[in-house]
């Protein structure tokens, strides 16, 4: 077995675990901080503080990765992710909510080592065949977010016979596998291609020590942005991402919570957030197959037709809607969610030079999650204040400028990556 293959399952493994841990307290915290506070607004709060989270280690992730590779990177994120768990589990123990608010930051890096996975799986990759490699790591997402939602039950009731608050019992689910996938990488994952060379032969060619091969190095965070800013396709590429996170996030946190105003039992909530976490990641090999047969912007575009359909699905008698069409507009979401992300993060790959790849993946993976965290944060009281239907609605408000982005790709020249002049030292953030 190569190591290519090897690192490919080990990153497999690793992201079935942590689509468990993530969604066992995804499908769980919004309404345990309602328990704990005794208002919905709270709700989006926690969700804000783990979107926030896996916002602020992104960039140290990337930087880390540079440093020590792939490996450490993902290994900590995981760690982190576990770190969280504990604290959500002595908040729900000590009835604190800034603690459990404290415990969902730490509990955003395991989602953060889990986006980062899908550029891991495309280090050396070849160009026409980088869609299908990221979108397999991207699909084993999909058994273990499933599951997760679905030991809500059963993880209440664990929580009940250790003499816990019932709701907290799922994290202990997210304590386990974020661990477990912390250690899984660590052990197992082998050295990836030198992170911002375009490959194997071309990492060779260079040679070991040579400067050359590190171009990702020479360039920080805001100097990789300004740098992208510039090309029509990389802009729409970090839109596309960043604004499909947030309309998923902004409508899929609030959704059981709105179930549960309306009576729904745990069981059912559970079934609804497993279809859109399985919309999120089964149909991922078909984008990526698209983006290696089609072109990624095309991809991105067709998210965002898909995402249309599911916002007005769950706009469209919001406040009555049974499980039956919540399902359906879930299930769509999270189709419009996988287009937007596999074809976004390819096109940013492909546009952007090597020598600003990777602190621009991180900045990418930083603006999704702190976009996504004012989503969430604006969710519980619109939530509050109008109902489910308004939720839509801020959602179909970010859609437009990234239709617009498109249109404006599309209409300009495609431009390849290429070489970029190191900065002055005076210049690096």
């Excluded at 359909?309 to 406040?319: H, K, N, Q, W």
């Excluded at 982005?405 to 390849?416: E, H, K, M, N, P």
């Amino acid at each position: 077995m190569t190591n290519a293959k090897r690192n490919q399952l080990v990153l497999v493994a690793g992201q079935l675990l942590s689509g468990v841990g993530v969604a066992s307290g995804v499908a769980v915290g919004g309404m345990l901080a309602e328990e704990l506070t005794g208002t919905a607004a709270a709700s989006g709060f926690v969700q804000t503080a783990s979107t926030l989270g896996a916002g602020l280690v992104a960039v140290p992730l990337a930087r880390l990765a540079m440093r020590s590779g792939r490996r450490a990177a993902l290994g900590t994120g995981f760690a982190l992710g576990a770190v969280g768990a504990v604290l959500v589990l002595l908040a729900a123990t000590l009835g604190q909510f800034w603690m459990m608010a404290a415990g969902m930051l730490f509990f955003g890096s395991a989602t953060a080592a889990g986006l980062q996975a899908r550029y891991a799986a495309v280090d050396g990759v070849a160009a026409d065949k980088a869609g299908r490699a990221m979108s397999i790591v991207i699909w084993a997402t999909t058994v273990g977010s499933v599951a997760g939602p679905n030991l809500s039950e059963p993880g209440r009731r664990l929580g009940e016979i250790l003499g816990m608050v019932p709701l907290a019992g799922p994290f202990l689910f997210s304590l386990a596998a974020f661990a477990t996938a912390s250690l899984v990488i660590t052990v197992f994952f082998l050295g990836a291609p030198r992170i911002g060379s375009e490959g194997p032969a071309d990492d060779a060619k260079r040679g070991k020590d040579d400067d050359a091969a590190r171009p990702s190095r020479r360039h920080g965070t805001w100097a990789a942005l300004r740098i992208a800013a510039r090309n029509p396709h990389s802009l729409f590429a970090l839109a596309g991402v960043t604004g499909g996170h947030m309309i998923m996030v902004g409508v899929m946190v609030m959704t059981p919570v709105h179930m549960n105003h309306q009576g729904h039992s745990l069981q059912i909530i559970g079934i609804v957030i497993s279809l859109h976490i399985l919309g999120m990641y089964a149909a991922s090999p078909i984008f990526g197959f698209l983006v290696d047969k089609i072109g990624a912007a095309p991809v991105v575009l067709l998210g965002c037709g898909i995402f249309l359909v599911a916002i007005l699905l769950g706009a469209l008698g919001s406040d009555t809607a049974g499980p039956v069409q919540l399902s359906a507009a879930l299930g769509i979401l999270g189709l419009g969610w996988s287009a937007c992300l596999i074809g976004g993060s390819s096109l940013l790959s492909q546009s952007a030079p090597a020598a600003i790849r990777v602190p621009l993946q991180g900045a990418n993976d930083m603006m999704m999650n702190f976009g996504a965290a004012a989503m969430a944060a604006l969710a519980g009281p619109i939530l509050a204040a109008g109902g489910f239907f308004w939720v839509n609605m801020m959602a179909l408000a970010v859609l437009f400028p990234v239709v617009l982005l498109g249109v404006r790709a599309g209409s300009a020249r495609f431009r390849t990556a290429t070489p970029v002049p190191a900065p002055d030292r005076s210049a690096q953030r």
